[in-house]
């Protein structure tokens, strides 16, 4: 029967991920950020004498390229990352009137792993830039560099091959950390980690999924344990509408898999039919429909997305050794 079920799962999983293909190719929508590798515009502090303005405008070109070669994203604190040194080769100050400052500069741009510090690809452009003064002059040069370059989407899709491999190669890891993760009780922090690992790593998303499974029924487990009791307490103390919106809320966001939902039911219809007796209407709080496989998959996302969200916005990366 278990064997049954999880080919089942597999099946319908394929059909999801032939679904999200399918997208990727025939629309001109952008996937989500779950659905695809994706890439953080960063410029590090190593960058020297670059004014604040032209980092404004580098992190602008950087997310550019990202965005217009598939890669482009909004995550918090992603693990992979594109950025870029600038050296100054000549500054000339032409005679006027007014006179103007030109730079021709060496921009290396880089992709990478920003957490582990492995730099993946890089790519070496010289823009020039001319302008009325020294940051005029590097923001022309830097609007010199073009996503749709074909050196750079090579660079961009070389980036890409290697942030694959990682998650091929890592998979085992990957999932094994976030074993360990749940056996301390840290059940949201294990799916974000699995979730990370994007559709298109087809293999290790597949082996992911799989593991998440057991993972999320640990966490509905303990929700639902403590959303009834929580539930239960609240209507026991005081029961009248406000008590019963606030259980209902609890009862409301419990999972059908979870094995106390049928206890939560049995509650949830008590209150409906007292709430009937004092109110004369209708309770407006229903309990969740058992959810299909496809439902499943996008639910363990939104906890990883959750996980993610609630994260420290800053995140410090590490690319010591790229330059």
Known sequence: MKKTMKS??????????VSFA???????????DAGRIT????????????????????????????????MGGSAKNERFIITCNIVVLTKDILPGPPPMTALSMDVTLYIGDG???TKFA????????VGTNETKAYIEGIKMIKPSDPGVQAFVEEGKKKI???YNTKCDMIIQEAKSLATQNKQE???????????????????????????????IERDCKIKFAEAKNLWNANQNIDAANQAGALLASIE????????????????????????????AFKMKEQEQTSEMIRAYRDVGVAYGNGQPDSIEYNVNGWW
Do not use: H
């Open 122 to 129: 890089s790519k070496s452009i010289t823009v020039k830039g």
């Open 164 to 166: 694959m491999a990682y």
């Open 39 to 70: 890439l953080a515009a960063f410029v590090a502090p190593q960058v020297a004498g670059l004014p604040d303005a032209a980092k404004s405008m580098l992190s602008n070109k950087l997310s550019q390229i990202a965005t217009q070669n598939g």
């Open 189 to 219: 922090e294990a799916i974000y980690k699995l979730t990370a690992v994007p559709d298109v790593c087809k293999e290790c998303f597949e082996k992911c999924l799989v593991a998440i499974e057991p993972i999320y029924k640990q966490k």
């Open 256 to 283: 059908p898999q979870a094995s106390c939902y049928k206890e939560a039911q049995g509650l949830s219809t008590t209150i409906a039919k007292k709430v009937t007796e004092i109110d004369k209407r209708e309770w």
């Open 115 to 117: 957490i582990a510090g």
């Open 22 to 32: 399918s997208t990727a190719q025939n629309s001109e929508k952008k996937l989500d």
């Open 8 to 17: 089942i799962f597999l099946t319908v999983l394929a059909t999801v991920l």
